[in-house]
């Protein structure tokens, strides 16, 4: 079935499962009827639909079944909209490869760092990626004009208790098809803290209302993982997969319904191109315009010179 329509269809549902709530989930003042999120099943449907054909639905459904409950007091367009956004991506919402958390009544949906990976080596252009986290006591080097191969290296102290050793830096590599391999993406503590800081709304809400219930509280390392992995996604060539993953999570960083970027990748990427030549329109107004060079057609001009001659016979 066409992306267009899965997406008429979600409007549809979502607006039967909530008559008064819209496909943008605006949040409202009463509480979310308790028990909905079961009602999910009845777009099992759907989500066969949304679902690559590799992936089975009744392994997906089976992995949703134990995070309905934590939904329940979100917003029921929100549930839909989460859940057949990550059956679009064929990601198993079972804190392997994606979750589905709550974010102030908003179900949300969230690929892991493995999700990210795995959409990778779908495209058919990464043959494999190297990821990790660098500790204190570790054996590393980094020296990126070393030849490839001799870069980077990290040799991990196994024996040793992480819990007693203060984490240093994320890092990632792939390997692409035809032997090619790309720069190494580094992300340190610093770094991901400052990333957090600016720009997970979920972190912000979560210090502000003392919950610290957060992705980034509770499973900080696979966080800072994931920011290395999504470093490395700038560097590696993109599916359309891909390039749809990144818009739908930077939609929820934003506030945006994620099913929208979801079901028309091609659509929300060009909206995307849109708004930041739009921002950069804007950021340019200050800056003076350079005159361009113009380039001159037909014969040139002759030297003085030769015009001088001319003028003496």
């Known amino acids: ?25 605006d949040r409202a003042d009463e509480e979310a009827p308790g ?52 059956a679009r991506f064929g990601l198993i919402p079972d804190g392997q490869q994606a979750v589905i958390t709550a974010d102030d009544r908003i179900a949300t949906f969230l690929a892991t760092y493995h999700g990210y990976i795995e959409l990778m080596y779908r495209s058919g252009l990464v043959r494999s990626v190297v990821a990790g ?67 997970s709304r979920a972190y912000q809400r979560a210090e502000a209302n003392g919950k610290k219930d957060s992705l980034w509280h509770t499973r900080f390392p696979d966080m800072h993982q994931k920011t290395a992995i999504r470093r490395l996604a700038k560097l590696v060539p993109k599916s359309a997969e891909l390039r749809a993953l990144i818009e ?23 909206e995307a191109e849109a708004r930041r030549a739009a921002r950069a329109a804007e950021a340019s107004q200050d800056v003076p315009v350079s005159r361009l060079a113009v380039k001159t057609r037909g014969r040139a001009k002759p030297r003085r010179r030769n015009r001088d001659r001319n003028k003496r016979r």
């Not at 066409?2 to 979502?14: C, D, H, I, P, Y």
């Not at 607006?15 to 008064?20: E, I, M, N, S, T």
């Not at 999120?37 to 009744?58: C, M, N, Q, T």
């Not at 929820?252 to 929300?268: F, K, W, Y």
Request: with cysteine; proline share 6%.
């Open 1 to 25: 079935m066409g992306l267009s329509t899965l997406k008429e269809r979600v409007q549809a549902r979502a607006a039967a499962v909530a008559p008064d709530e819209d496909i943008r989930h």
């Open 35 to 86: 028990g909905h999120g079961h009602d999910v099943e009845r777009f099992r449907a759907d989500i066969e639909a949304a679902l690559p054909k590799h992936v089975s639905v009744d392994l997906f459904m089976a992995a949703l079944r134990p995070v309905l409950p934590n939904l329940r007091q979100c917003i029921p367009a929100s549930v839909v909209q989460s859940v057949i956004t990550c």
């Open 133 to 199: 986290l660098v500790y204190e006591g570790d054996e590393w080097d980094y020296q990126p004009t070393a030849r490839v191969g001799e870069d980077f290296v990290h040799k991990p102290n196994l024996l040793a208790s992480k819990k007693d050793r203060p984490m240093l830096f994320a890092y990632a590599f792939a390997w692409l098809e035809g032997g090619a391999r790309s720069a190494v993406a580094i992300v340190t503590v610093e770094e991901a803290e400052e990333i957090r800081d600016e720009f």
């Open 248 to 270: 739908v999570e930077r939609a929820a960083e934003e506030g945006r319904p994620q099913i929208l970027a979801a079901v028309d990748p091609e659509t929300a990427q060009l």
